[in-house]
């Protein structure tokens, strides 16, 4: 079932959705804990849902791939990142809250170390820090380009943004990072004739960077990956008919909100301040995505109990969001992010639905948790871009499909 | 999800993967035996590895669809057979272990009865005895081609395989073989300009072979199917960046390992010969398939009490296999055949996943048997194809899904 069959049964609907995500929800036993941190914490209200509600759990992207948050994203939102698919450049552009343009041509930049020879010797310039990396940003922002404006934004360590801003710029342009050491950086080159201008201002751009970064070791060149400009695609208006608003604290999520067409409210990262700005623009949406980011921030830092702390804290807070008026709930994560790994990793993403009217055919589920979601109605494996289309269901935005 | 996405993320792993498979694994319960043939058989190894691991049951093509040989192991590979699709002429021929190569033209051929106006009166004339078939292949043998090798191979009872070898030889051909009785058999028609030169010399193959098997009733003429060429598909490592050793005794299972760019080891059916040679190629791979044949041969014959002791043989084994230091072990059929059937069947095929380290997320199943995998985290009707990207996952040979 595609994006396009939901838009044509879509209808107008009164009732309220709300996805709630918990980035990284999902996690592991560990050396102390015989539970993951979602079946370790005590979570009363979670509990409830899930009993009164659906459960399961999904793949963001499919068996055995672990979700970066963008692609994780895009498929609680229904857009199977396999066919909805961002470049590295995009998605580096909303990391950073950077405000992409349509027909920018963005790219994810590395600082690298290349020898006398030119030869690449360390693909990330040793891992420099981020503030040495700012420095080195604000000498390329410095390079003029011929009728076109440079952006050069620093990210983490090694990492910067690109941004090309012009007419006539394709994002057609093959990476000039090889991938691996011992090699020298590749020409920028066009794929298509569309995207010829943009390779000749790339080429301008490495040429320039070259000679302002060559005493700057192990800082001394930039190699680029992942061109590509905001994707045409449909909106969440247009998929399902709803007027979506995202409420997040971070900008990897306002920025993939944004490129579906939701509105967007910045939050802090407590669940108080998400909750009261559902509350204000309550009238504004028929469809609420809450972002929660500290369970995957504390799972990356293998915080197994502040991310438990985390959980237990949003499932205090649950009662006082649900009594707004909600009429569907869905709680998930984009991916798991098990405190034990201290990453992303391809586990399968525990996920409840929950509707206020008699429209829910309960399971046997009675805890939200990674084990006991194995027996839930939703299954064990269910893909993550069928969830947000089933809570709608619930809320009745779709009509029959077919006579 | 394709296979190239895979490609895209693969990323060097020390790890060692094992795909341990028991052809023909999954059956049912029977007149006498209120458990299928892995229910009945005492399996402590495997029920520790189950529970230590996760489970499920997969269908290796579709629901409903009993899996050839060939098809099976496509989809253990994670080349789902629906898209990967080899004619029979290809699969006849690794069946046999004739040295297919890059542009031979594969059929597979089967003897007929054909009466004096021609029409066909037997498809498969009689099932000649494999010996008469041996005989009639030397015949066919010493037709002779212009500008083209011919090889004509006995396969068992009336079934035979023919390969052309020859500059400019497509594969694009009709079958002759109208599937019907009734009818004459079809000249050879190329569906497209590459395959004109092969439809020629086909028609000169089958008119001699009418001439030279007019008074050899029933067997009096051949009809031919399946078509087709060694496939260009990537090879296990192009998709998952694993260097694959194949351990098998029958040529199908070499066969298909050699046609994803697997190293083939031979050995005997013993689980001993099998483990010493992944032992003795241990550092020149990190990704072994080992194949059992005689779970499928008993269940093809029925002998419930056979199937059981060579599961129980395969499992008394697992210890020394695992010994040698498995990082992540699957364990599955290529499908079910249950002795009660006799035959291939479509029911899903238990399989689990164990890995040494702690990133496995185990579920509640305790026993390796068809009924308890139902309630395993692999759910119990996964694809086939999602079986082994999973189990490498757990070998950490994935790279993250976008930023």
Chains 1, 2 share one sequence.
Not at 163 to 169: A, K, N, S
Request: proline share 6%.
């Amino acid at each position: 079932m595609t994006l396009d069959t939901y838009s044509d049964i879509a209808q107008p609907a009164d009732a309220h959705t709300v996805l709630l995500v918990l980035d990284g929800l999902g996690g592991l036993p560990d050396a102390e804990h015989s539970q993951t941190e979602l079946e370790f914490a005590q979570t009363p209200n979670l509990d409830a849902l899930a009993a009164e509600g659906i459960c399961g759990l999904h793949e963001p992207v499919a068996s055995g791939v672990t979700p970066g948050s963008g692609p994780g994203h895009l498929a609680l939102f229904g857009y199977h990142p396999a066919k909805y698919y961002v470049g590295r450049g995009v998605l580096s552009a909303l990391g950073v809250g950077f405000d992409l343009r349509k027909g920018d041509v963005a790219a994810r930049g590395n600082f690298c170390t290349i020898d006398e020879s030119g030869v690449i010797t360390d693909r990330r310039a040793g891992r420099i820090s981020t503030e040495k990396n700012a420095e080195l940003c604000e000498i390329l922002r410095e390079i003029e380009l011929p009728g076109a404006e440079l952006f050069v934004q620093p990210v983490k360590e090694h990492r910067f943004l690109l941004v090309l801003r012009g007419e006539g710029l394709g994002s057609g342009v093959g990476d000039t990072d090889p991938h691996e050491t011992g090699k020298t950086p590749l020409e920028p080159a066009p794929v298509d004739d569309a995207s010829r201008k943009t390779a000749d201002l790339l080429r301008r751009f490495l040429d320039e960077a070259g000679k302002r970064l060559a005493d700057r070791k192990p800082a001394n060149m930039a190699l680029l990956r992942g061109f590509s400009s905001i994707p045409d695609w449909p909106s969440i208006t247009q998929s399902y008919g709803v007027s979506g608003g995202a409420v997040a604290a971070y900008p990897m999520y306002k920025g993939v909100s944004r490129l579906l067409g939701m509105s967007v409210y910045d939050s802090d990262a407590s669940m108080q301040s998400k909750t009261q700005l559902v509350r204000e623009h309550w009238n504004d949406h028929n469809f609420f995505f809450v972002h929660v980011k500290k369970t995957d921030s504390h799972g990356e830092d293998g915080a197994f109990a502040e991310k438990v702390k985390i959980i237990e804290e949003v499932d205090a807070a649950l009662p006082d969001l649900v009594g707004l008026g909600v009429d569907v709930l869905a709680v998930t994560g984009d991916h798991s992010t098990p405190a034990a790994m201290k990453a992303h990793s391809w586990h399968p993403v525990p996920a409840l639905i929950w509707a206020k009217d008699h429209v829910i055919r309960p399971d046997e589920v009675r805890r939200f948790g990674e084990r006991p979601c194995i027996h839930g109605s939703l299954g064990p494996r269910f893909p993550g871009s069928s969830l947000l289309p089933l809570a709608l269901a619930h809320a009745r935005c779709f009509d029959k499909f077919g006579a």
